[in-house]
């Protein structure tokens, strides 16, 4: 080997040490960035010589770092931009001290600022309170040990406001260390909603009583445990209700019922169950119910409904026509139960109405 050809080398070797130390000194992002650029460069020293080369391989590198670097703070600016403009609120926390926040949890928590959330710990700013079945997940969620998505929970805010949130939190890097991000999503209105489409689903509409889908689902439940319970049902028919409506149109009719639902509600016992099936007919649900018992609760629906119901200057009279089933001595399935209620009503019906009677 000429001394020539020994120099041209020893300087490509100086020239790539040169460039592992300049790599080793700059961040990751760069070496990344100049790797996929490293076959371009050495070809490029190679042809102009070590001088010309070493220059460029600096100046490009250094150029490329301080773009990186900016490219980077440009990234993060417009990341924080756009999480601000999240209608989520999302918050990072360390061992339960908050890192970064967006302005979606200053308006959520109930805050002024962003500096009352940052270097705060969360559960001095939110305080949960669990849907029963995600307890366990809330004492997870709180000592950082669980990734949730959509958990639904009720906190209380610091103006003392109860709302519903659901969370979802995930584990991520932040700064270059492991931290929690949370997401909080306000879903009380959504919550109320469906709270009210449900009520609808099992409410009769006029007397907002439970309706019947929701008084044979509660006997499903009954009847479908292994060692179900004893309990009896009544089935209610109004007698002369027909000639109130006939007599003072439907609008009365519909306010006779309302006052009919209201005074068996206080008849019944605490834990009872009253529902309108359909028209003038009511349904009783007593749970554990003796026949004595049984028997109490109907003398004071007659007693009660015997009474007159004024309206406007007239007063109507109506009466209970009541029959009583009893699970598990009348039947073991809901069909059979308020057949044989209904069975007996018309049996009270024939012998002269305003009574009751148990099936056989």
Not at 128 to 151: C, D, G, M, W
Request: charged fraction near 25%; aromatic fraction near 8%; include cysteine.
């Amino acid at each position: 080997m000429n001394m020539k050809k020994l120099t041209i080398n020893i300087r490509i070797i100086l020239t790539l040490i040169s460039f592992v130390i300049l790599l080793e000194i700059l961040d990751l992002q760069l070496i990344e960035y100049l790797i996929i650029k490293d076959n371009k460069l050495v070809v490029f020293m190679l042809e102009t010589g070590f001088t010309i080369g070493a220059i460029v391989l600096i100046v490009w590198a250094l150029y490329c770092g301080n773009r990186i670097i900016n490219n980077a703070k440009e990234k993060e600016e417009q990341y924080r931009h756009l999480i601000d403009l999240v209608p989520e609120a999302i918050f990072v926390h360390r061992d339960g001290n908050i890192l970064y926040a967006n302005q979606a949890s200053v308006s959520l928590i109930g805050a002024t600022s962003l500096e009352e959330l940052i270097n705060r710990n969360w559960e001095d700013l939110i305080h949960f309170h669990s849907y029963n079945p995600e307890q366990l997940s809330i004492a997870y969620l709180k000592r950082n040990q669980l990734n949730v998505t959509n958990l639904p929970i009720i906190a209380r805010r610091l103006d003392g406001q109860l709302i519903v949130l659901e969370i979802t939190s995930i584990d991520i890097e932040f700064n270059g260390l492991p931290a929690r991000e949370f997401i909080a999503r306000d879903v009380t209105n959504r919550k109320k909603r469906e709270q009210i489409v449900k009520q609808l689903a099992f409410q009769d509409e006029l007397t907002e009583l439970p309706n019947r889908r929701y008084f044979t689902g509660k006997l499903e439940q009954l009847l479908n445990v292994e060692s179900p319970t004893s309990f009896a049902i009544f089935f209610m028919d109004l007698d002369g209700f027909k000639q109130v409506n006939d007599r003072h149109g439907h609008e009365a009719g519909d306010e006779l019922l309302k006052n009919v639902s209201q005074r068996l509600m206080n008849s019944v016992r605490e834990n009872d169950l009253v529902a309108r099936l359909a028209g003038d007919e009511f349904t009783i649900l007593l749970l554990e119910a003796s026949d004595q018992d049984c028997i109490a609760v109907a003398e004071r629906i007659i007693q009660t409904l015997n009474k007159p119901f004024r309206f406007l200057y007239d007063e109507v009279l109506v009466t209970p026509s009541i029959g009583i089933a009893r699970f598990p001595q009348n039947g073991k399935d809901v069909l059979t139960l308020l057949n044989k209620a209904d069975n007996a009503m018309y049996q009270v019906k024939e012998k002269g109405k305003n009574d009751y009677h148990f099936a056989e």
